[in-house]
């Protein structure tokens, strides 16, 4: 049965994202192993030391974001997106073996290192991957299937570890089988993802025009290179093409002295320094801190991942719909309120609610989903790795931050982290300055092509309410351009909310006619 071209790319992207399995496992896994009582006995006296405790969740971090940043974007333009993957799977395999066999802080620490280096490809790769090979209406889609993927992870770790704790109580295989089947997700990721066609992108990008084409047809045409909806993509990359080589060679200067590449890269790596300040990684590696006993919160953790798919499944399926700002302001704002009531609630009866559950729903429908598409979307070919590389970086920069401040800061004030009255605990007031900003200087991208995403960060104002940038357009609008050729290739169309997209005195087409006439 030949699969439709939408059903063919999605699949292509949801095989891309297991890499986002182990990565949401190895957030879930580690609040079990932490207080394993073989684990504390294994790593000796060294463990007790609460910033040596802290490294061994931050480490994981801070490899993806200081050693990973630039290998990865240099890998993924120099050998292609999914020779990059593999060389995160491999890294990531040889980390989770050393974390499962530790025999001393010293192994886990090198385990968590090489784990975290391959995480952050994978992390960072799979939604540059599947924003690439995406048809535009479906990208949103695709690209939130990093959040979804990492929540089925979360899911099977939160069981697993619940259940090695109920069942395997003070054994060495209370912690080392959750260690341990973390390398399975990237078996198949490093045996089969070479089965997956290219990023046409950075074929164009490379100049091997015929086997992007081809690659296009084989995505969104059955095969069809003649196809219109191919040839237009084709004409809007080569567009981009053509301008990349007015510039010349891509670098990272450029990402800092062009106002629009600054422009973009600022929002991107503010975005994902966000999401961590919302307080997730808090909750996801000490919530076995916060006033209950290991065990039950193991338990909490599991009914919390259940609750964290449903929001994410929400995510992918309406994300197109309701557009890129919109979910990233309410959840801000829901998130934000959370901690407020939840503190009220965890001071006046410690140890008998976990009001984490309302957080969990909507940072995993609205925020972390997001954190990773947007970024994702928002830069041209020939600066995209490299751009999601930073901004990447400020995700893994600020859970280092976090991971590594908050045993001592639990240890001193206990529940009291979450109080808004308190200077060091700020994820309550984060949320809601996270959603002001975010209103305030984040163009909508919902509708778009790639390609014109310079174009769109060039016209749109710095402050975006009350303009055409801060609405949400018709997620089909730039498919339909495609098809019908309605475009000028390279160039920004312009659209309004909901309806009409295209001026007509901009046509792709048209402008075929009027060449071949002359």
Not at 466 to 492: M, W
């Amino acid at each position: 049965m030949v699969l439709p071209p939408k059903v063919y790319t999605w699949l292509c992207g949801l095989f891309a994202s297991l890499g986002s399995i182990i990565f949401g496992y190895d957030l879930g896994v580690i609040a079990g192993v932490l207080p394993a009582p073989d684990f504390i006995a294994t790593m000796g006296p060294r463990y007790h030391d609460p910033n040596l405790q802290g490294l061994i969740a931050s480490i994981f971090g801070l490899t993806t974001s200081f050693f990973g940043m630039f290998p990865v974007a240099y890998f993924a333009d120099k050998f292609g997106r999914r020779i990059t993957i593999q060389i995160g799977a491999a890294v990531y395999i040889l980390g989770g073996a050393l974390q499962t066999g530790a025999t001393n802080i010293d192994f886990m620490y090198a385990g968590r290192f090489f784990a975290g280096f391959g995480v952050g490809i994978m992390s960072d790769l799979a939604p540059l991957y599947q924003a690439e090979i995406a048809h535009p209406s479906i990208r949103g889609r695709l690209t939130t299937l990093q959040q979804f993927m990492l929540g089925i992870g979360a899911f099977i770790a939160s069981w697993v570890t619940y259940g090695t704790s109920a069942g395997l109580k003070g054994t060495q295989a209370e912690w080392r089988i959750p260690l341990g089947l973390q390398i399975i997700p990237a078996l198949p990721l490093i045996a089969f993802i070479l089965l997956l066609p290219e990023s046409p992108r950075w074929l164009a990008d490379k100049g091997r025009i015929d086997e992007a084409r081809a690659t296009l047809a084989r995505l969104h045409a059955h095969g069809d290179i003649n196809d219109p909806f191919v040839m237009s993509q084709m004409e809007d990359m080569k567009a981009e093409l053509q301008r990349a080589r007015d510039i010349g060679d891509s670098s990272w200067k450029e990402l800092f002295v062009i106002p629009s590449n600054f422009r973009r890269l600022s929002l991107g790596y503010i975005l994902q320094f966000s999401v961590q300040m919302t307080g997730v990684s808090a909750i996801q590696y000490y919530s076995t801190t916060m006033g209950f006993s290991s065990t039950r919160i193991l338990l909490f953790q599991s009914i919390n991942s259940i609750i964290a798919l449903i929001g994410e499944a929400c995510c992918v399926l309406w994300i197109d719909h309701t557009g890129r700002r919109r979910p990233l302001i309410i959840g801000n704002i829901a998130s934000g309120l959370s901690f407020v009531v939840g503190s009220i609630l965890m001071a006046r009866w410690p140890g008998t609610v976990d009001k984490t559950w309302v957080f969990n729903f909507f940072f995993s429908a609205c925020i972390g989903p997001l954190s990773w598409a947007y970024p994702a979307e928002i830069f041209s070919t020939r600066t995209r790795a490299k751009s999601t590389a930073i901004t990447s970086s400020s995700s893994w920069l600020s859970n280092f931050f976090i991971a590594q401040v908050t045993p001592k800061a639990f240890g001193a004030i206990g529940w009291k982290i979450f109080l808004m009255s308190r200077p060091d605990l700020v994820f309550a007031i984060c949320g809601h300055t996270n959603a002001l900003f975010i209103w305030a200087f984040y163009p909508e991208t919902t509708g778009r092509r790639l390609e014109e995403m310079d174009a769109l960060f060039e016209q749109a104002p710095l402050f975006v309410p009350r303009t055409s940038y801060a609405k949400v357009i018709d997620h089909a609008a730039a498919e339909r351009e495609l098809r019908d050729g309605n475009f000028v290739p390279g160039d920004l169309t312009e659209k309004v909310e909901k309806g009409s997209d295209i001026e007509d005195n901009k046509g792709f087409q048209s402008q075929i006619e009027i060449t071949e006439k002359n």
